[in-house]
């Protein structure tokens, strides 16, 4: 049986059917694709049905939300409180729109993904206008907490044991500090022996750091790379220093501290203060060189004075009184009384008392009490030796010649004041004459097509007499 070879011809419009057939294959859906689109369309249309809400209305309910939030807020969160049936694709295609208007517009804050949810943070440009509007308290960790923080961070859950055996020391203070803080938190307990607790990040520090969430931190080949990019090399340090001059290097205690006390040499001891105190000492100088003392310093010489009196007075009768004190014949003979004194009259004339050790009468009490007396007197005399009257003539004439003083510098300051308000009145005279002078000259200038008008400015370096 023989069969006709095709042409080529037919061969190419068999293969143009075939092409069309696939095409058309993969143009129609199949039947699973139109089926799994319906649910997602019915979706749609069932959250704007039951919000109100459309493409632009859910920007600002979900702005709304996000901004009265005070922590981040995530995206099953907004989900629940705008719609259950709203899908999360819609949500996320409404917060990037958020998120691109906040940053091609010159707002001051943006809408940022941190901690698994979103929240406004303030730019860094304009942080400063609002850091004296709330007092913040600023996280300060040591370099050794940052390091504790970071091994917990990239290495959780971990135990306590396990970060000491990196850091070669114990460590327990510091994971009880960043726990204080509330960047790291207990999350379950390891399968090693003893079940030790172990650690990880919170969300707390996913916001210190601005992270959406733990995978973003930097992986650990860039780490090591900025760590080796920041090493130097010796032969760098060397061209370090032979390019710098030699001078730059050298350090000499002995030049600085020579250097500190020439300074400290080279202040005045003396102010403008203490100047003008010295030249009011000199003013008070009469024409032979004696200081004229003051009022108040005649009345303070005259109380220091009259102190020293009263209690040389006081010391002078205290000593009086016991050498007045009268002695007494004391008899241990037959008497009523042992050691009992005896009377004045009872006394024998022709009785004296003899010193033992120099054989020599004992004087009486009354001439010894007479000669203090006199002693006494003497004493009082000397201290009333200076009148009152002549220190309060004294005081009374410096009150008159201060008061004097004071009369003739205001008479001065008032002369000078009246001085001064004329001579004002006389340059503002002349001023207004110069102007009229400079106007005129200018007006008659005009008929001769003259620009005279410089004449009626008023140069800069005038000065008021007024100020002065």
């Not at 440009?125 to 308290?137: A, C, E, G, I, M």
């Not at 044991?161 to 960047?183: F, P, Q, Y």
């Not at 024998?348 to 006199?374: H, Q, R, W, Y």
Request: proline content about 4%; charged content about 30%; glycine content about 4%.
């Amino acid at each position: 049986m023989e069969f006709d070879t095709p042409s080529l011809e037919e061969l190419a419009i068999v293969e143009n059917l075939e092409n069309l057939d696939n095409l058309e294959s993969e143009i129609q859906p199949t039947l699973e694709e139109v089926v799994a689109a319906l649910p997602a369309a019915e979706d749609d249309q069932l959250w704007r049905e039951r919000t109100g809400l459309n493409d632009d209305s859910l920007c600002g309910a979900i702005e709304t939300i996000i901004f009265m939030s005070d922590r981040p807020v995530s995206l099953a969160k907004i989900k629940g409180l705008i719609d259950n049936a709203i899908p999360l694709r819609v949500l996320h295609d409404a917060i990037l729109r958020l998120q691109n208007g906040y940053e091609t517009t010159p707002h001051g804050i943006r809408l940022v993904e941190v901690a698994d949810g979103y929240q406004f943070r303030t730019k860094a440009t304009y942080s400063k206008y609002v850091q004296d509007l709330f007092k913040v308290n600023s996280l300060v960790l040591t370099p050794t907490a940052l390091e504790v923080l970071a091994i917990v961070a990239y290495k959780q859950p971990i135990a306590r044991n396990e970060v000491d055996a990196i850091r070669g020391v114990d460590s327990s203070h510091i994971v009880r500090a960043l726990m204080e803080k509330r960047l790291i938190k207990i999350v379950g307990k390891s399968d090693d022996l003893g079940r030790p607790v172990v650690y990880g990040t919170t969300p707390e520090f996913l916001e210190v750091f601005n992270l959406a969430d733990i995978s973003h931190l930097p992986p650990e080949h860039e780490l090591e790379a900025m760590i080796d990019s920041g090493i130097g090399q010796m032969s760098d340090i060397q061209k370090v220093i032979s390019d710098k001059p030699a001078t730059t290097f050298f350090y000499d205690e002995i030049d600085e501290l020579d250097s500190l006390s020439n300074s400290i040499k080279s202040i005045s001891s003396e102010t403008p203060f203490t100047k003008s105190l010295k030249q009011e000492d000199k003013k008070r100088m009469d024409d032979k060189g004696q200081v004229v003392k003051s009022a108040f310093d005649l009345l303070e010489e005259y109380l220091t004075l009259d102190d020293i009196q009263a209690e040389n007075k006081q010391s002078i009768l205290s000593n009086l009184l016991v050498s007045m004190a009268d002695p007494k014949i004391v008899s241990d003979l037959q008497s009523a009384l042992l050691n009992a004194p005896l009377l004045d009259e009872m006394e024998d004339e022709d009785f004296a008392m003899i010193d033992l050790e120099t054989g020599e009468k004992i004087e009486k009490a009354s001439p010894v009490m007479a000669a203090n007396e006199g002693q006494m007197e003497v004493a009082t005399n000397l201290f009333e030796s200076v009148s009152r009257e002549e220190i309060t003539t004294a005081l009374d004439s410096a009150f008159s010649k201060l008061i004097a003083e004071q009369k003739m510098e205001r008479e001065l300051a008032n002369q000078l004041e009246g001085q001064q308000s004329d001579l004002v009145d006389f340059v503002e005279e002349k001023e207004n004459d110069l102007e009229r002078l400079s106007s005129q000259i200018n007006k008659d200038a005009s008929e001769y097509d003259l620009d005279l008008s410089f004449l009626d400015k008023t140069p800069e370096n005038n000065v008021d007499m007024s100020q002065t």
